[in-house]
């Protein structure tokens, strides 16, 4: 199912949670929604389940109005953020919960239910369960069985509000693989809420980055990692180093030298230089940035290192080899491979 989201606004006494947000939901795809907490995440998810209704705005699931829909006909898999199972059920009686309590014309035979309970079982991992109660699993299992109650109404569209949030990082990492794969398997259109970019860049096939109610951007992983369109964005997809600089003559100058980068088409004057710090190359020649080791620690196989550089106290901070033998007050000349000009604010 496609859904579309046509300029929405959502305002709880007064406060715009949502301001003009349009997205495309296309047919079978996997995205994830991404943004600090407060962003609208949720609020997204829950107007797109018909929980909710928009200020202004619509929302089309296919061609018709969803407004003209009910919560129930727009046959949505909702995992929540704080989602309970039902304490008192038994894991197979939650998976078919959904079809259990539909009217009589829609619900299949009781035998019917069983076996697509059991199959769904299988299919998040967890047979031989079905007759524990909810208490009687980890946290891990019952985010899948959670999950399989979604995916047993058969869902046009499934919601996921940080369904792994609560979990340790093996666990998410086993469980997003495997959402992966079911979601390869069975190809419902899936809204995904998280957190975590690692997360979002690895297990979505589009990514909408959100702030303050507003759609900052929307692309595949690949897009949004590497050809951020604001700030915000390079700021928040993956690690960011930033620095105030003067564009001048066509050039990126710091601390008064240019440091061998065209500034292209960013007009001159003052800007905002962004780059990865890994994306960096060490060299000597004059036309580098050059700063001072202030702190260095090891992350994973690289060591970042922190630099003051430019003379005005500004910090940046790049990774170097994990033997380099830069430690506090080493003098390093760099220049990123690839950076973004942002004109100051
Ligand atoms: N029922 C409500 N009444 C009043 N304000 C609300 C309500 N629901 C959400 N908000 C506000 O709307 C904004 C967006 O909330 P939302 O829950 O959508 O954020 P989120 O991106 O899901 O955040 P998180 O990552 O913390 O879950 C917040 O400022 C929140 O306080
Ligand atoms: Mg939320």
Redesign the pocket.
């Known amino acids: 199912m496609e859904v579309r989201v046509a300029n929405v606004r959502?305002e709880?006494?007064r406060?715009?949670?949502?301001n003009d947000v349009s997205l495309d939901i296309r047919s079978g795809e996997l995205i994830a929604?991404l943004?600090?907490?407060?962003?609208?995440?949720?609020?997204?998810?829950?107007l797109i389940a018909g929980l909710?209704m928009p200020t202004a705005g619509k929302i089309f699931f296919g061609d018709t109005d969803a407004s003209e829909k009910s919560v129930q006909e727009r046959n949505i898999g909702f995992v929540f953020?704080h989602y309970a199972l039902f304490r008192h059920m038994t894991i197979l009686e939650n998976i078919s919960f959904g079809l259990k309590v539909r009217p009589r014309s829609t619900r299949p035979p009781a035998g019917e239910i069983r076996r697509r309970a059991l199959e769904l079982l299988d299919l998040v991992q967890l047979s031989g369960l079905e007759k524990r109660y909810p208490n009687q699993l980890s946290g891990g299992q019952r985010q899948r069985v959670a999950l399989a109650r979604a995916l047993a109404i058969e869902p046009g569209v499934l919601l996921l509000?940080?369904p792994f949030g609560a979990l340790d990082a093996q666990v998410r990492r086993e469980l997003r693989k495997w959402l992966r794969e079911i979601h390869d398997r069975t190809g419902h259109t899936t809204v995904f809420?998280t957190?975590d970019q690692e997360e979002a860049l690895e297990l979505s096939d589009r990514l909408c980055v959100?702030s303050q109610?507003k759609i900052e951007q929307v692309g595949s992983p690949d897009q949004v990692y590497d050809h951020p369109t604001s700030p915000f964005v390079f700021g928040f997809i993956g690690d960011s180093s930033e620095l105030p600089v003067t564009i001048e003559n066509g050039e990126v100058w710091v601390g008064g030298r240019a440091i061998g980068i065209p500034a292209h088409d960013t007009p001159a004057g003052a800007a905002r230089l962004y780059f990865r710090p890994h994306d960096v190359d060490l060299i000597e020649a004059d036309a580098s940035m050059a700063g001072v080791v202030t702190t260095s620690r090891r992350v994973g196989g690289t060591r970042r290192v922190e630099l003051e550089v430019g003379g005005d106290g500004h910090k940046v901070e790049i990774d170097l080899p994990f033997d380099h033998p830069a430690g506090e007050k080493t003098r390093l000349s760099f220049r990123p491979k690839r950076w973004k000009l942002f004109p100051a604010a």
């Open positions: 959502k709880f006494d406060f715009p949670a949502l929604l943004g600090p907490s407060g962003s609208g995440k949720t609020t997204l998810l829950r909710e953020q509000d940080e809420v957190h959100m109610g």
